[in-house]
Every structure is written in structure tokens, then in C-alpha cells.
């Protein structure tokens, strides 16, 4: 059976999140604001929940409609196929979002939604009341410029939840935002990454299990894993092909940073949870004293932005170390996100490209300062 599925992304993520998808072998995609759309079968529920890296949930879509009255939302939410997903018992709350719409009234729209879907169950299961005490399938009534998409999450907990961050740091990074930062660099596994600025060291696990190709989703649990339409064989299946598809046996070389010692003890434990402690190293440097003897490699950070007034200062003086420390690595490219919008004077140099990106609610710009290719070795391969 095929479906269609939505990925859910940030704002400026979804190029990322798309290719992605796309990684996966699922050539039917669409990329709008804030989703990429694919179809798929049963299966691809299993894989994208437990692959993609920088998409926020994984939605299967029940249906889409125009909607500029309140019989109209409750005649075709109920004509959907509620019964093929839901079973007697589910547990169905609704959420809702409105934008641009007739139908402003969001509490208004979950509770005709809602109603809608009991009817349809009724008429189905041929019962007048329902326990709601087995799966949970979280129905959302998404409007927006009168057209009404409904959807059943499947994800559960967003997907930066992976399951290895349990401490928490002053103005984490997302690990969905973390992995796209790398993956909107020229690194590469057989270069070196390293992350002055790494705080619970979400940017340097994020590019390790990049580079060990494991599944990010590998140790957690997912919504769609009780419901019955969904087999336990299929997730069975899609993690059986994440762990062989693994490359465990990779050397990594990635290095981060910080002058805080108690969030990089963090960073420590996070990176032995999510299984990659052999192939990432932390230390307690200030940015000022980072030096290297590779020629080559990737600089990826999210330094402080100086967003409160009294900030502001210090993380100007910090964008200065930043360009006097960075300055004599010419050959590296170096990546960095903030919000600060006068960085480029501070840093001293303008950026090769910028890409605005949001981290939470955060406007940024990630600002992109390219090396030259390394050379190839006799392997053929980059050093």
C-alpha cells in the first residue's frame, strides 16, 4: 500500500531534508514550507523515523481538502479513512494549527475534527463509545489558507530526540539543526571536524554518527511502533538494515572544545551514550588557544550570539579570537552559526556564502568560509 508521508522541518532545513529522504531511496518528493512531502510504502514509516537527521516528525497524510466552514471540515474529515489506521481502542487527541484561514478558531477545528473521527468509527466499528486506552495516534488539523491537511504522527517525541542527550546545557543545539550544519559542509569522514565552541558536544556526535553512517534514530522508540497497522516485522526489518548499513569500523578524527569543564564532562557522557566515544575527543581550550597540525579540515560551531544586552559585548571579543585563531588555517573551511548580524566585522573577513537558518525561534545566518579541496592520495582519496 502506498502512502503519503510528511517530514517535517524547520525553516530552512528543508532542502536538507529532502535529500535526505531522497538518500532513501523515495524519488517522489515535493519540498514546500516547513515539510517535505513523499510517498512510500508501510515500511518507509520504519526508515525515515529512524533516518532522518534533520526533520522535526514523521506524518502520515490522511487527506487535504478546502475547508471555509464547519460542516465542510466535518463532512470531509469524516469521509477519510479513519477505520484502515485506527483501531476500537486508540487513543485519538487532536491538535491543530490555523494560518490565513476562515476557520481561526483552532480549539474549534480540533473539536469538529474530533467529533468527525468518532463518527466515522462509529459508523465503522458499529460502537457508540470508545475507551480510548490502547495506541496513541495524534491527530493534527493543519489550516492554512483555507485548505485543511489532517495527519497522524508517527514519531511521537520530536525527532531530535535521539535518546543519548539526557543532560541539559545553557542554549543547547537541536541535534536535528546539528547534523544539518554538517551536512551543509564540505566534511567528509576522512577529514578532521573540529568544534571550538561544543558545549554538550551536540555538533561533534552529530558528525560522528554521520560518519559511521549510523541511523540517528537507532536507540529510541517511536509513536507507530504500538499501532497494529504499522508490523512489528517492519521495524524489526528497518533496524536490522541500520545496523548493517553501519560502518562501526571507521576511524574518525573529530575534536571539540570548550572552556566550560562541566559541559564537556556532559559531552563525554552524551558521546558514550550514543556509541560514538571512540571516535570523538573533547577538551577544555578556549578558542584562543586552538591550534592544529592538519593541513586540512572543517571548523563547524555555533559560538554565543550576544543576543542579551549584556552579552553582547563578550561575544564580539570572542568573534575577534575567533578570526585571529582561525586566521593561519587557510587551507580549512569553516562554518559558522549565529544570530549576531554584524559578525563579519568582528570576525574580520566576509563570508564565501551565508544560508539563513533557525535555530529555535532564532533567526541566524550560517556563515560559510570555504578551503581549497585537499589533494587526492594514491587511494584516490582525500586526506
Not at 515535493?30 to 512510500?40: I, S
Not at 480540533?110 to 457508540?128: F, P
Not at 571512540?278 to 578556549?286: C, D, G, K, Q, S
Not at 579540515?297 to 554565543?304: D, F, L, R
Request: charged share 25%.
Amino acid at each position: 500500500m502506498k502512502i503519503e508521508l510528511i517530514a517535517t522541518a524547520a525553516m530552512g532545513l528543508e532542502a536538507v531534508v529532502a535529500r535526505q529522504v531522497k538518500a532513501l531511496g523515495y524519488t517522489d518528493v515535493q519540498v514546500d514550507n516547513g515539510k517535505v512531502t513523499f510517498r512510500g510504502d508501510t515500511g518507509a514509516i520504519c526508515r525515515a523515523n529512524l533516518w532522518l537527521r534533520s526533520a522535526d516528525r514523521v506524518l502520515v497524510k490522511l487527506g487535504e481538502f478546502p475547508a471555509t466552514d464547519f460542516d465542510q471540515l466535518f463532512e470531509e474529515t469524516k469521509a477519510l479513512s479513519w477505520p484502515d489506521w485506527l483501531p476500537k481502542n486508540a487513543a485519538f487527541p487532536v491538535n491543530g494549527k490555523s494560518q490565513k484561514s476562515q476557520l481561526s478558531s483552532v480549539p474549534a477545528c480540533q473539536s469538529v475534527v474530533k467529533k468527525a473521527v468518532v463518527e466515522s468509527l462509529k459508523d465503522h466499528y458499529h460502537l457508540e463509545w470508545f475507551p480510548e486506552d490502547g495506541p496513541k495516534y495524534v491527530i493534527e488539523v493543519s489550516l492554512y489558507k483555507d485548505v485543511a491537511t489532517l495527519t497522524l504522527d508517527t514519531s511521537g517525541p520530536g525527532l531530535h530526540k535521539r535518546g543519548y542527550r539526557e543532560l541539559s546545557a545553557p542554549a543547547p543545539l537541536k541535534e536535528t539543526l546539528a547534523a544539518a550544519l554538517v551536512e551543509l559542509s564540505y566534511w567528509n569522514p576522512d577529514r578532521v571536524l573540529l568544534d571550538p565552541f561544543c558545549g554538550s558536544g551536540t555538533i561533534p556526535i552529530e558528525a560522528a554518527l554521520i560518519g559511521l553512517n549510523i541511523a540517528p534514530g537507532l536507540g529510541r522508540k517511536f509513536a507507530a511502533e504500538e499501532w497494529p497497522t504499522v508490523p512489528k516485522d517492519l521495524w524489526q526489518r528497518a533496524r536490522e538494515e541500520a545496523r548493517d548499513l553501519a560502518r562501526w569500523d571507521r576511524k574518525l578524527s573529530i575534536l571539540g572544545t570548550d572552556i566550560d569543564g562541566k559541559v564537556l564532562s556532559m559531552a563525554k557522557y552524551h558521546a558514550r551514550r550514543a556509541g560514538v566515544k571512540e571516535h570523538t575527543r573533547f577538551l577544555e581550550l578556549p578558542v584562543s588557544k586552538v591550534r592544529t597540525s592538519h593541513e586540512y579540515g572543517c571548523i563547524i560551531c555555533n559560538p554565543p550570539y550576544g543576543e542579551r544586552l549584556g552579552d553582547r559585548e563578550k561575544a564580539e571579543q570572542i568573534y575577534r579570537e575567533m578570526g585571529r585563531a582561525f586566521a593561519p588555517l587557510e587551507t580549512w573551511s569553516i562554518y559558522v552559526l549565529t544570530a549576531h548580524q554584524g559578525f563579519e566585522k568582528y570576525y574580520g573577513r566576509r563570508a564565501d556564502r551565508k544560508r539563513k537558518l533557525y535555530n529555535g525561534r532564532i533567526r541566524c545566518d550560517y556563515y560559510q568560509y570555504f578551503g581549497p579541496r585537499p589533494p587526492l592520495t594514491n587511494e584516490g582519496e582525500s586526506d
